[in-house]
């Protein structure tokens, strides 16, 4: 796979991790919790550093801040698996652990970090 092929791959998950980060952002439960509001700023954190690689179109640059900023997206997977069964069982938030899951692991083996 071609270096811009796997900056779009990785750019197509991270439709998911935004549409999870929003979610969270305007949650009731956000506003409550610290630590969930630590998540969904460290997954805003990630998307943004690699917006100006984007709109650049620079595989390469882009490639190598995904794959450097890669333990901020990895830890705010892990923290919100941890978190989200204390803050809510609504299927709400099942369904956006697993959504952050599946797009964190694809990012992951595409960035051969898995």
């Not at 506003?31 to 954190?45: C, I, N, S, T």
């Amino acid at each position: 796979m071609s270096a811009s092929e796997k900056m779009e791959q990785v750019d197509d998950l991270l439709t998911h991790v935004w549409m999870v980060r929003t979610f969270l952002k305007h949650s009731e439960e956000a506003e409550e919790d610290e630590d969930l509001q630590k998540v969904h700023r460290m997954l805003y954190d990630y998307t943004h550093a690699l917006g100006v690689f984007w709109d650049k179109r620079d595989a390469e640059g882009y490639l190598d801040q995904a794959t450097r900023k890669w333990h901020r997206l990895k830890n705010a997977n892990e923290q919100f698996a941890e978190l989200q069964p204390d803050i809510s069982t609504h299927m709400n938030f099942q369904m956006a652990r697993r959504s952050l899951q599946t797009a964190v692991r694809r990012i992951g083996e595409t960035l051969d970090k898995a």
